[in-house]
């Protein structure tokens, strides 16, 4: 069963456009209002613009168990 015949089938160009606009609004957010963000790209030498293709994607940093230890309660809030 299809819930959205526009999106869910989508030709796989089209599907990897809509994730990668998806992808760089969400490492824009998190980069301009989360700080632990901020300085990680920053460590890593990314930035949200940086992120061309979804094979781009590896370049940046993974959010580790210790990273959300370390951040916690507050430090990973994004709004």
Not at 2 to 22: C, G, H, M, V, Y
Request: proline share 6%.
């Amino acid at each position: 069963m299809i819930w959205n015949d526009e999106f869910e089938t989508l030709p796989r160009e089209a599907l990897e456009s809509l994730q990668l606009k998806r992808l760089r609004n969400a490492l824009e957010r998190v980069c301009a209002t989360v700080p632990f963000y901020k300085e990680s790209f920053r460590r890593t030498g990314v930035t949200p613009e940086m992120l061309k293709s979804l094979d781009d994607l590896r370049r940046f940093p993974f959010t580790l168990k210790q990273d959300m230890r370390d951040n916690y309660p507050y430090g990973l809030f994004a709004v």
